[in-house]
């Protein structure tokens, strides 16, 4: 698995990543889809990233609320990051 580029705390990232609870429970409606999301980095560990002010972009598509505050991903389900502020 390729490692995840870090982010430091404060950085402004846009992420996709998998949502795998979407994925396997299909009583929460939505696809087996990529989340694509922008946040501020609250926390980046070993095991993941843990994002403040996260806004999912696509959230009409994969049945998602749009602002999901405190939102953990952990890095093995980051597809894609990029810092962008």
């Excluded at 402004?12 to 795998?20: G, I, L, N, P, S």
Aim: charged share 25%; hydrophobic share 40%.
């Amino acid at each position: 698995m390729a490692k995840i580029k870090r982010a430091t705390p404060g950085d402004v990232v846009c992420m996709v990543w998998k949502d795998h609870y979407r994925v396997h429970n299909r009583s929460m409606g939505g696809g087996p889809m990529l989340v694509e999301s922008f946040g501020r980095v609250a926390e980046h560990t070993d095991e993941g990233i843990a994002l403040l002010q996260n806004r999912v972009t696509n959230h009409q598509e994969i049945g998602a609320e749009e602002c999901m505050d405190g939102q953990f991903v952990l890095d093995c389900d980051i597809v894609s990051i990029e810092v962008i502020a």
